[in-house]
């Protein structure tokens, strides 16, 4: 790596928020103030992580606890058996899997489209570019919208089938131009070189770019990964067979069942049976579970994915 | 998803998709332009890598704009994707008659000024808070919860909103501390804007503070000294100098938010909503899936679906060009 690569890898480590510029006023009213932002932070804290806090407490407890509403941030009637319940279902399992299945398989075809069109929209001499550029953002102002979009995906005859989830929305605007502004910022001298030592543009593509960019590429795999892992309308709209279903459409079912909502779409959800409370909590945990887990190691790439596209210079 | 922190970086791509012609300073010379034919064969490589997410953008999202000519024409199911035969403007004028529409027409707005209202100014308070925090290992942590929710499936989210308003949830519990008697929220019409806009608050604020925090870096250190000598307070150099420092990306969010006005969380009250709650909950977009995906009519729907795509272009052109002349921020 140049001195200036290593420079710019180092400054997605460097702590993206700068400390508040420390005062000669330390006023009585600045130190009072303090107290009270610290307080309300705090309170913005336990705000956010209550409803987490609560349906973990829930998945650990019986179900009469949470009928009777005595759970709220402690287990009431501490057992595993409703996870013993949820993870005997092969409903579940089912569900679970073809998530990771669509996961997998819709954010490789998002990273593959995505990468190589925020390549192309990086080469500042590319006659055309602008128009290039033009055609994607246009899409984030308007949009076929719903019906057009379900007749369209009916007769590619995509219905039922793996790609009416990992197809259409295969490019994100948004992830398209964080990777553009990256690639931009990457020095040109080294692709330059490159190309006087014989590289197409493939090459200087797969040999020289991506491996710079592994900071922005692992932050888009999270993002597409992260997005395809909660999506659920897609599925619910183009598939039928509940053998389909990923993870979150077979949780949505149970909360329309108990809810009493109308199970109406696409979706042949006819369980309309009242769910525990104990059992959807469960479900809930498990299906959130490897977005948590990940998510604190993750954290700070994803931010500084976002910073990255959101500040120049 | 909530488009959040798209801001600076589409304000700034669109500005370079604009042709630069004429008074923009181009970047050849004028008098040598470059041929088409000489790019092509200097750039076919690169020409060839755009051809599949061309491909993408042409079939799914350009063709179904196309598509929307079955708004003007009558769609049969297993037939042309564009409708068999013109019908004019009949299906306009059906939603133009219909009393429903216009309801879900009314709960649309109201629910987007309400999540504008408080969506919008929110995360600016918040990012100020944690701008004042002196310790960054506590601001560390209060950003990295702050920023959980976004990561939540809309699904999660709506379970956890329907557990916490339960009969015999927390909220109700809080209620009854106070002497209240329980409510069922989720099947109560005069709730369901409460329950919504303070769930999109909960999920949206603290992703909402990245820009902003962002934007914050920038502002220039000197400004502060030079404030502080001349005796500004706390309260003045934050009056003055911050929030004049953040102003482009107040407006761009601004403009981008008031874009998607119309397009209120589809997915999240979809989820939330149930026939007991359509008179207050039911909006334009889930009102268009019922007509056009539960009960079948195609045409009807992707009318009412243009209407609503229509809207929100002219509300975002619109809040753009009124921000070029106020402010002089704007996206292109």
């Known amino acids: 790596m140049t001195p200036d690569l290593a420079e710019k890898a180092g400054e997605l480590e460097k702590p993206l928020v700068r400390a508040a510029p420390r005062g000669l006023d330390d006023s009585p009213g600045y130190r009072v103030f303090r107290v009270v932002n610290t307080a309300l932070l705090l309170g913005v804290v336990a705000v956010t992580l209550y409803p987490f806090l609560n349906i973990v407490a829930q998945s650990f407890s019986d179900e009469q606890a949470i009928r009777t509403g005595r759970v709220n941030l402690l287990p009431q009637g501490f057992d595993l058996k409703t996870y013993r319940f949820v993870m005997a279902d092969p409903a579940f399992w089912n569900g679970y899997l073809n998530t990771v299945v669509y996961t997998v398989v819709a954010t490789a075809i998002a990273m593959a489209l995505t990468t190589v069109y925020a390549y192309v929209l990086s080469k500042r001499r590319l006659k055309g570019r602008g128009l290039l550029i033009g055609i994607a953002v246009f899409t984030m102002f308007f949009n076929g919208g719903l019906i057009p979009n379900y007749v369209l995906i009916s007769s590619l005859g995509m219905k039922n089938t793996l790609w009416a989830v990992v197809l259409p929305n295969a490019i994100s605007v948004f992830n398209l131009l964080v990777m553009k502004s990256f690639f931009e910022n990457l020095p040109s001298e080294l692709e330059e070189a490159a190309v006087v030592d014989g590289l197409s543009a493939y090459g200087v593509l797969l040999r020289i770019v991506l491996p710079l960019s592994k900071a922005v590429l692992a932050t888009m795999v999270l993002f597409y990964a992260v997005a395809n892992w909660n999506a659920w309308f897609g599925a619910f709209l183009y598939f039928d067979r509940a053998d389909l279903f990923p993870v979150t459409v077979y949780l949505r079912n149970m909360i329309a069942g108990a809810s009493g909502a109308d199970a109406v779409g696409a979706g042949g959800s006819a369980d309309v049976a009242q769910v525990s409370a104990n059992i959807k909590a469960v479900t809930m945990v498990l299906t959130v579970l490897p977005v948590l887990v990940v998510y604190p190691f993750v954290q700070r790439f994803f931010v500084s994915g976002v910073m990255l596209g959101a500040v120049k210079q | ?332």
Not at chain 2, 65 to 74: D, E, Q, S, T, W
Not at chain 2, 97 to 116: E, H, I, Q, R, Y
């Open chain 2, 1 to 332: 998803m909530t488009a959040a922190p798209e801001t600076a970086l589409v304000a700034e791509t669109v500005a370079e998709a604009r042709p630069r012609r004429g008074k923009w300073p181009g970047r050849r010379p004028a008098g040598r332009r470059e041929t088409w034919r000489r790019a092509l064969r200097r750039d076919w490589q690169l020409y060839s890598l755009a051809v599949l997410p061309l491909l993408f953008f042409l079939v799914f999202r350009y063709l179904p704009m196309l598509g929307n000519v079955i708004a003007f024409r009558r769609f049969v199911p297993g037939g042309s994707v564009f409708g068999e035969a013109w019908v004019g403007l009949r299906y306009v004028e059906m939603f133009v008659k219909d009393p429903n529409f216009w309801s879900v027409f009314g709960n649309t707005v109201v629910l987007g000024a309400l999540t504008l209202l408080f969506c919008f100014p929110l995360p600016i308070v918040l990012a100020l808070m944690l701008n004042e925090v002196r310790s960054r290992y506590f601001k560390r942590f209060v950003q990295t919860v702050a920023y959980l929710p976004h990561f939540l499936s809309i699904v999660i989210v709506a379970g956890m909103v329907m557990q916490l308003v339960s009969v015999e949830g927390t909220v109700n519990q809080v209620t009854r501390l106070f002497g209240a008697d329980a409510v069922p929220f989720i099947q109560a019409p005069d709730w369901f804007r409460t329950i919504y806009v303070s769930s999109e608050v909960w999920q949206t604020v603290g992703w909402g503070t990245i820009l902003y925090l962002a934007a914050l870096t920038t502002v220039d250190e000197q400004l502060y000294e030079a404030a502080r000598i001349d005796g500004a307070s706390r309260w003045r150099q934050t009056w003055h100098i911050t929030l004049p420092g953040v102003r482009p990306t107040m407006v761009t969010l601004l403009i981008l938010n008031t874009g998607t006005f119309m397009a209120v969380g589809f997915e999240k009250i979809l989820l939330l909503q149930n026939p007991l709650t359509y008179p207050t909950g039911d909006v334009v977009s889930t009102y268009l899936y019922r007509v056009g995906l539960v009960s079948n009519n195609f045409s009807y729907a992707a009318a009412i679906g243009l209407f609503e795509a229509l809207v929100g272009l002219v509300l975002i052109l619109s809040a753009n060009a009124i921000s070029r002349r106020a402010v002089g921020t704007s996206l292109w």
